[in-house]
C-alpha cells in the first residue's frame, strides 16, 4: 500500500512539474523512483517510460520491458496521476511571475543533481 501512495505523490509531483515547467520523466519520475521506490537505475527509467509512453517511445519502453526492466503498475500509476496532476501546475504557472518560476527551477534543478551525485 506504501508504495502505492508513493507512486500517487511521484505522479502528482510530475504531473504539476510537468505542467508549470514543461518537465517531467527524466528529472522528476526517475529520480523520485530511484530515491523514494528504491529502484535501481534501469528500472526506474523503463518504469517511467510506462508513464510516459505513448509521446516518448514505444520502442524505448519495448527494450527496457524485454530486459525486466519496468514496473508496469507503478508505471501505470503515476501516469495516470501526472496527467491530471498536470493541469494544476499548468494553471499555477499561468499565475507564478516568471522571475519566481526560474528560480524555483533552478533550485529544483541543483537539489536533484547534489541528490543524484551524493546518492547511493
Do not use: W
Request: charged share 10%; hydrophobic share 60%.
Amino acid at each position: 500500500m506504501t508504495s502505492i501512495i508513493i507512486d500517487i505523490l511521484i505522479g502528482i509531483a510530475a504531473g504539476v512539474l510537468s505542467g508549470l515547467f514543461g518537465i517531467g520523466g527524466g528529472i522528476i519520475i526517475i529520480p523520485a523512483l530511484i530515491f523514494f521506490r528504491h529502484f535501481p537505475q534501469l528500472k526506474a527509467q523503463g518504469t517511467s517510460l510506462v508513464a510516459m509512453l505513448p509521446p516518448v517511445g514505444i520502442f524505448a519502453f519495448l527494450e527496457y520491458y524485454k530486459k525486466g526492466n519496468v514496473d508496469v503498475y507503478s508505471g501505470i500509476i503515476i501516469c495516470v496521476t501526472m496527467l491530471i496532476a498536470a493541469k494544476y501546475g499548468a494553471q499555477l504557472a499561468a499565475v507564478l511571475p516568471v522571475d519566481i518560476m526560474k528560480k524555483i527551477f533552478g533550485i529544483f534543478i541543483i537539489l536533484v543533481g547534489i541528490k543524484t551525485f551524493f546518492g547511493k
